[in-house]
């Protein structure tokens, strides 16, 4: 009889499973989506309505990309000397 039960409850599990792959299957092609890759097409609105908070991300990667352009149009012997220094002051700072 436990056996029956077990073997009842599996079917039951399977078709549930196959009922909700089905189902998703149906509205993930549903005809009705508003953009045509499928993907969300969000104009960066919050739940509140208000918009999106600005793009820090994008903000820092552009400042870096400012300062290594000014690092870059350094003479090589001015990099050299300013590495010499750095590590002067790391090694003074774990001296002391």
């Not at 045509?36 to 903000?59: C, H, I, N, Y």
Request: net charge neutral.
């Amino acid at each position: 009889m436990s056996n029956l039960v077990m073997l009842t409850c599996l079917l039951t599990v399977l078709l549930t499973c196959s009922e909700l792959e089905s189902t998703l299957r149906k509205h993930a092609t549903a005809s009705g989506s508003s953009s045509s890759s499928g993907a969300f097409s969000g104009k960066g609105q919050t739940l509140g309505g208000g918009p999106a908070p600005p793009d820090l991300a994008g903000e820092v990667k552009g400042t870096l990309d400012k300062a290594s352009a000014g690092f870059n149009q350094l003479d090589p012997q001015v990099k050299i000397f300013g590495g010499l220094l750095v590590l002067y002051l790391v090694f003074w700072y774990l001296q002391g």
